[in-house]
């Protein structure tokens, strides 16, 4: 079956992959590197797009850029990397550090009078070329545990400068890794596709766990293949993501995929690769061997029956998967089909499907929608759903509450980008523009705009009401804590319902910067308040997302 991909790019991806794998990056840290994940981990909702370094389970490593080059950018509170440090090389890359528990001094203190001019621990801060020159092997950085971390190691990435596209390191630091373990396969799952294919007499998928036998399934019609693996490294228990995958049928490839770079807006499309309804309940993901309709994953080498596979025989079919690692470790899961008549249910499922199109919330991929129910609207432009579906929306009537509640749909349903829910206010507030659209799992957001509260929602399976907040966050002292060098201040912070969306302090009418979340701390001596055992005055001032305002005054003597 012939791959729909131009050959010409085919053939400059790999002489770009060839130079790629002939440059060589020092280590980021001095101690024996052992990795805890790859680059291109199907996540829910993204992609991870970095290589995890450990740091000993410790916070305080140092780290070191991996090439000559500048600090082009610091940021703190973005993208989940808590505290993250850029470096732009010669060679068109730029190396991504983050999770870092602090930058050095020069480019802290650049960093901390961004942060006092913005009134915000979140900033983005850039350099020019000349400002921060750095070699190979050079200290950047401290490790540490910020951001959206599970706990202290070091995330590193490697971007293309020129475009932002994200490329898989792991060449890079090959010669500092030692894998001697192929793939696993836990599990591949049979598809038959809806209205034209039927597996072992149904036309639900069917699951298996491969074992020494080779197994035998009967099918017809149309239908794919999807694996659930897991890649092992040397000395360590961590499992890692598949970087290269085969499927042959009868020895002809009709799907490959292969791990080498991703573009940033590619992210939410892990969600159609991969069998999404699966995971959110199950949590294990079974990655497809076909591509859905509005699936344009550019590392998805499908045919023209985007990688669907016709039974139209009463013969046996041979099926492989070869699952590949980046140290070239293979394994390989073979079964086979036995091409099984089932005409009368694929007559039936075809009507099935028929009669789908002509239900009212039959959704089509690439058109856009408008759907509506008493109190609300939900609008899905084209091309936002990766296949066709059937929406079953409900509604339920609460009269004590501000508006009905929704029910979209029922079960998980993968989206290429968030779409528009509005919702009616059923009886009049004061102060609507205090509501808010909130789901099952808490606050969502949205405005208001005569009569209705407008959001952007990522999940359809989850319930919708609007609430209201009129009720500013709440403000604790925690004092001071830490030794006469090293004084910090802290306070808990906590709104019940929309959420703190900022937290100012100031000390004698100046401002100070304070850190974290739940609690908040600051360093008096890196805000420059000096130890003079005297009375001070902290003014904070805090906002929630529905703008609710909250002044504290707090004296203590410092």
């Known amino acids: 079956m012939r791959i729909s991909r131009l050959f010409p790019i085919w053939?400059?991806?790999?002489?770009?992959?060839?130079?790629?794998?002939?440059?060589?990056?020092?280590?980021?840290?001095?101690?024996?590197?052992?990795?805890?994940?790859?680059?291109?981990?199907?996540?829910?909702?993204?992609?991870?797009?970095?290589?995890?370094?450990?740091t000993q389970g410790v916070i305080g490593k140092k780290i070191y850029s991996v090439a000559d080059g500048y600090i082009a950018r610091a940021t703190v509170g973005l993208d989940g990397f808590g505290n993250a440090l850029y470096v732009n090389h010669p060679d068109g890359n730029t190396s991504v550090y983050c999770h870092l528990d602090r930058f050095l001094p020069d480019v802290t203190r650049e960093?901390?009078?961004?942060?006092?001019?913005?009134?915000?621990e979140t900033v983005d801060v850039r350099f020019a070329p000349g400002q921060f020159p750095v070699k190979a092997g050079q200290q950047i950085a401290v490790s540490g545990n910020t951001g959206a971390s599970a706990g202290p190691h070091l995330h590193l990435e490697l971007h293309r400068t020129a475009d932002g596209a994200l490329l898989n390191?792991?060449?890079?630091?090959?010669?500092?890794?030692?894998?001697?373990?192929?793939?696993?396969?836990?599990?591949?799952?049979?598809?038959?596709?809806?209205?034209?294919?039927?597996?072992?007499?149904?036309?639900?998928?069917?699951?298996?766990?491969?074992?020494?036998?080779?197994?035998?399934?009967?099918?017809?019609?149309?239908?794919?293949?999807?694996?659930w693996a897991d890649d092992y490294m040397t000395g360590?228990?961590?499992?890692?993501?598949?970087y290269k995958v085969s499927l042959r049928v009868d020895g002809k490839e009709v799907y490959a995929s292969q791990l080498d770079s991703l573009m940033p807006t590619d992210h939410r499309k892990i969600n159609s690769w991969g069998d999404y309804e699966w995971y959110m309940r199950r949590h294990t993901w079974y990655l497809k061997g076909f591509a859905d309709p509005g699936n344009d994953l550019a590392l998805l080498q499908v045919g023209e029956d985007r990688g669907w596979v016709t039974i139209d025989r009463m013969r046996t079919y041979e099926v492989e998967y070869r699952l590949t690692d980046e140290f070239g470790n293979t394994t390989t899961t073979r079964f086979r089909i036995q091409g099984t008549p089932y005409e009368q249910l694929l007559a039936d499922a075809a009507r099935d499907e028929a009669d789908k199109r002509a239900e009212p919330y039959f959704l089509e991929w690439n058109r856009s929608h408008v759907v509506q129910l008493p109190g609300m609207e939900l609008r899905i432009p084209a091309g936002v759903l990766f296949h066709d579906v059937v929406l079953a929306p409900s509604v339920k009537p609460t009269p004590d509450k501000l508006s009905h509640k929704y029910h979209l749909h029922d079960s998980p349903l993968p989206l290429r980008v968030n779409v528009t829910l509005m919702l009616a206010l059923s009886q009049p507030v004061a102060h609507p523009e205090k509501c808010y659209i909130e789901s099952s799992k808490g606050y969502v957001g949205g405005t208001y705009h005569g009569g209705w509260i407008s959001a952007s929602v990522r999940n359809l399976d989850e319930d919708y009401a609007i609430a209201q907040d009129t009720v500013p966050p709440v403000i604790r002292s925690l004092g001071l804590v830490g030794g006469s060098q090293n004084r910090r201040f802290r306070l808990s912070c906590r709104d019940n319902q929309s959420g703190v969306r900022s937290l100012k302090g100031y000390i004698d009418g100046r401002f100070v910067l304070f850190t974290g979340r739940d609690v908040r701390t600051c360093d008096l001596r890196q805000n420059g308040v000096r130890a003079e055992n005297r009375q001070r005055t902290l003014t904070v001032v805090t906002e929630d997302r529905c703008g609710n305002v909250a002044r504290d005054t707090i004296h203590f003597t410092y």
Not at 170 to 195: C, S, T
């Open 169 to 227: 390191p792991m060449p890079y630091f090959k010669h500092l890794v030692r894998d001697h373990i192929a793939p696993r396969v836990h599990g591949i799952r049979i598809y038959p596709k809806p209205g034209e294919g039927a597996v072992s007499g149904s036309l639900n998928p069917v699951s298996f766990a491969p074992g020494k036998e080779i197994r035998t399934f009967q099918a017809w019609g149309k239908i794919g293949f999807a694996y």
């Open 236 to 242: 360590t228990n961590n499992k890692f993501g598949i």
């Open 111 to 120: 960093v901390f009078a961004r942060q006092c001019e913005k009134e915000s």
């Open 11 to 54: 053939i400059l991806g790999l002489a770009a992959l060839t130079v790629q794998a002939q440059k060589r990056y020092v280590s980021p840290i001095d101690f024996t590197v052992s990795l805890a994940g790859n680059f291109g981990e199907p996540r829910p909702n993204h992609f991870h797009c970095g290589l995890d370094f450990r």
